[in-house]
T-cell receptor, first 114, second 114 residues
């Protein structure tokens, strides 16, 4: 099924561990982004990419790395997990261009850092 | 970047129209207004978008004032399944006009009651 796939759906990490959250889309979307959502709050942009090889920081980039080697994949890496990174992470994708398009979101990865 | 202001919460009776307002007084001429909703802890779902004309699709209608400083999302016959947080977002254009970052605010929590 076409869409945005995030793995894993749930993850528990110990403080200091590193891990990669996976995001893949099969719609040939150029634009991809990562958000985090803390309890009772809206979504905050972490990093985004406008195409393979191009990434940039969003509102809350510290503690996260991204790369975009292919159009389909946009992994998010936590370098050294901290309890403050406990959150729900959403990946989104969209077509690029001056015309307006809606964004498609994945179902989220629920991360707990203990 | 244009900011949006929405009421924190609203109630609506089932079967009635739900009218969700949004202020975006600093919107630029080439920025679109997007509406998304998030049901419980799922990924946000695209509803509708517009530039300056009123728009309608199978889910909702979007009314944008002539000066573009505010808009209203209308769910014509709200059901219990429309209970969600609704986000009004102004799409920020990147400097080379390729896609655009979505910056979320706090949204409006809509409760549809029987």
């Amino acid at each position: 099924n076409a869409g945005v796939t995030q793995t894993p759906k749930f993850q528990v990490l110990k403080t200091g561990q590193s891990m990669t959250l996976q995001c893949a889309q099969d719609m040939n979307h150029e634009y991809m982004s990562w958000y985090r959502q803390d309890p009772g709050m809206g979504l905050r942009l972490i990093h985004y990419s406008v195409g393979a090889g191009i990434t940039d920081q969003g509102e809350v980039p510290n503690g996260y790395n991204v790369s975009r080697s292919t159009t389909e994949d946009f992994p998010l890496r936590l370098l050294s997990a901290a309890p403050s990174q406990t959150s729900v992470y959403f990946c989104a994708s969209s077509y690029r261009g001056t015309a307006s398009y809606g964004y498609t979101f994945g179902s989220g990865t629920r991360l707990t850092v203990v | 970047d244009a900011k949006t202001t929405q009421p924190t919460s609203m109630d609506c009776a089932e079967g009635r129209a739900a009218n969700l307002p949004c202020n975006h007084s600093t919107i630029s001429g080439n920025e679109y207004v997007y509406w998304y909703r998030q049901i419980h802890s799922q990924g946000p779902q695209y509803i509708i978008h517009g530039l300056k004309n009123n728009e309608t699709n199978e889910m909702a209608s979007l009314i944008i004032t002539e000066d573009r400083k505010s808009s209203t999302l209308i769910l014509p016959h709200a059901t219990l399944r429309d209970t969600a947080v609704y986000y009004c977002i102004v799409r920020v254009q990147l400097i080379y006009n390729q896609g655009g970052k979505l910056i979320f605010g706090q949204g409006t929590e809509l409760s549809v009651k029987p």
